[in-house]
């Protein structure tokens, strides 16, 4: 297929709609849906085409690419009644953006297969900015030919674009970095509150750490969101939570004991209980600094 062969995006949401966006920036026809319709006037007025349901959106293109939310919402979108699987053209490739288990993917791929439909699952990490700048990591998982031909489409979202393995490898990989991703930013979050405990200037105590032992990417964003105490959604706390017990159910599978996996999710348990599960996952330290007194802020 060519670069200039037709792209479906399912799912506008705040990491799908400037993916598909960038997609539609570098030249390919691209034709979205999304649950909530009002998502897609952007894309329309900027020149997609609107489909009326999942199924219809895959009958229409080459390629369909969906990010989503769990695995229950991708299974219906691909399996239901008017989904992707039942109506995409033979010799189509199915690009599976979500951050959920490996197993619903090996599942979607398999009925894929059975209609002459590639599958790749390919998710995603970098966040908004990285989904709005084009410069996604992206994981993938398929077969290598398939691999090469979404290659150009996978460019139009992301910088970082590895092939892990088969099928399902994008999702372990997905998992592994989000649940390490939760546990560095528990330590973070301890860290900085032990510092503005004892008076250390935050922003200050930041840079020192970054040049240190312990930084790290959520060390780094400290300062864009809690030092500014702005905790507005981007990856939000529910959304890391289903991440981290996905992690953390395939390790039971596995046999890997996740001590601290299971740490951060009892973190992130605590602050969704105190009504933060909406807001952006910097908001993990909010409970820690209401227990002890402090606010970590700073300019």
């Known amino acids: 297929m060519s670069e200039r062969a037709a792209v479906g ?5 705040l990491m799908g709609g400037p993916m598909a966006k960038n997609i539609l920036k570098s030249g390919f026809p691209l034709t979205v849906y999304n ?5 897609t006037a952007a894309l329309a007025e900027a020149g997609a085409e609107v489909a009326e349901t999942p199924g219809a959106l895959a009958a229409e293109v080459d390629f369909v690419c969906s990010c989503i939310t769990g695995p229950a919402d991708v299974a219906e979108v691909y399996l239901g ?9 033979p010799g189509a490739v199915l690009v599976e953006m979500s951050t959920i288990d490996p197993g619903t993917h090996r599942q979607i791929a398999e009925a894929a297969a059975a209609r002459g439909v590639d599958y790749l699952d390919a998710p995603v990490s970098g966040g908004v900015t990285g989904a709005e700048a084009g410069t996604l990591a992206i994981m993938t998982g398929g077969a290598p030919a398939v691999f090469e031909q979404a290659r150009p489409v996978l460019d139009a979202m992301g910088e970082n674009v590895v092939l892990m393995g088969p099928v399902g490898s994008g999702a372990v990989a997905k998992l592994i970095n989000n649940m390490m991703a939760a546990i560095t930013n528990a330590g973070v979050a301890e860290g900085m509150v032990i510092g503005a405990k004892c008076g250390l200037d935050a922003a200050q105590l930041q840079q020192v750490l970054m040049a240190s032992a312990a930084s790290s990417f959520m060390l780094r964003m400290l300062p864009d969101f809690t030092l ?16 981290v017990n996905l992690a953390n159910d395939l390790a039971r599978e596995l046999g890997v004991p996740t001590m601290l996996g299971a740490v951060a999710a009892q ?3 605590s602050a969704q209980a105190e009504g933060l599960g909406d807001r952006h996952i910097a908001a993990v330290i909010q409970p820690l600094e209401r227990l002890t007194g402090v606010e970590v802020r700073g300019e």
């Open 9 to 13: 995006f399912i799912g506008l949401g």
């Open 35 to 39: 649950r909530t319709r009002a998502r």
């Open 81 to 89: 009644d008017d989904g992707v699987v039942a109506n995409a053209r």
């Open 228 to 243: 500014r105490r702005n905790f507005d959604p981007g990856f939000t706390i529910d959304n890391q939570t289903k991440d």
């Open 267 to 269: 973190l992130l348990r």
